[in-house]
């Protein structure tokens, strides 16, 4: 089984290309309704949450977790995977945990995560990056700190795009998602000088969902990357390495969804991201 977290429901997006992606898989996804959302808490309580969440997968038959949260990956991956994982049961168990940055990174300066210095031709590359995302993500400059260490020639724009990620959550109309959509790309398209991007990084897990609405604003030339997709190819490359993580072969796939909060009201908003029938469970301690 493979989990998947987030702070709230647009892992769901991640989710939901990874089910299409590996049918025959089993998947538990984790909500942590009670705390959601991450963006206003400090980065240890953040990191204390996604270790605890991680654990908690773990515990219940996940061997490897993907962060499914941008502000997770940008806040605490890294300290999980190097400071908590290798000291703990779990990794000598096998279990891993791996983000959605770091994917993401490696589709927009076409450079593997573990090379983190210039190569030709990425050191030469001019481009232009537009990142949208939510407050805390954009915060971290993690997008624009790794992409210059693989393409340092390369202009990254970062455009806080926050109250958009909330109005997808609420199920509001598409004329108001739009209007949102389009002062993100202008307020990106004005750090440019009017220049638009040669690829715009959907930052945040609720994005893939109004996709064709940054398709319909930004110029037929820039390339969007849309996270679930990446994620999805940068898992079956893993999981092609590490086919272990992906579990017993043959094993009837099954999906569980848990939440801290109210199941009730986690299926209910769950309809925005996965449409009808999916059912949240309590997670219990």
């Known amino acids: ?7 709230g429901l647009g892992g769901l997006t ?11 898989t089993s998947f538990a996804y984790l909500g942590d309704h009670a705390h959601v959302p991450y963006g206003n808490r400090p980065s240890e309580e953040i990191v204390d949450l996604t270790r605890l969440a991680v654990e908690h997968l773990f515990r219940r038959g996940s061997r490897l977790v993907v962060l499914g949260c941008n502000t997770a990956t940008a806040v605490a991956a890294r300290r ?7 000291e703990t049961h779990w990794k000598a168990e096998g279990h891993n945990v791996v ?10 300066t076409q450079t593997p995560w573990a090379v983190t210095t210039p190569q030709y031709p990425q050191k030469f590359l001019t481009d232009r990056i537009a990142v949208f995302g939510t407050t805390r993500t954009i915060a971290s400059n993690v997008y624009a700190e790794e992409i210059r260490k693989r393409c340092p020639k390369v202009t990254v724009v970062q455009q806080i795009s926050s109250e958009l990620a909330g109005a997808i959550e609420q199920g509001r109309d598409e004329a108001e998602l739009e209007r949102l959509v389009e002062t993100a790309i202008a307020g990106a398209m004005a750090q440019s000088d009017g220049e638009a991007p040669h690829r715009a990084i959907l930052g945040c897990t609720h994005f893939p969902l109004v996709e064709h609405l940054f398709r319909r604003h930004l110029p037929p030339a820039t390339r969007i990357l849309s996270q679930p997709e990446i994620v999805a190819d940068s898992l079956e490359d893993y999981l092609s390495r590490h086919p272990h993580y992906a579990g017993a072969a043959g094993a009837e796939p099954r999906l569980v969804l848990l939440t801290t909060g109210n199941p009730d009201e986690a299926s209910a908003r769950a309809r925005v991201f996965a449409g009808e029938g999916l059912v949240f469970h309590r997670l219990e301690a």
Not at 2 to 7: A, L, R
Not at 14 to 24: S, T
Not at 80 to 85: A, D, F, G, I, K
Not at 99 to 108: F, H, M, N, Q, S
């Open 80 to 86: 999980l995977q190097r400071n908590w994982l290798p």
């Open 1 to 7: 089984m493979i989990g998947v977290f987030d702070s």
């Open 14 to 24: 991640v989710l939901r290309a990874l089910i299409a992606r590996f049918p025959e």
């Open 99 to 108: 983000g959605i940055v770091a994917p993401t990174v490696e589709a927009a």
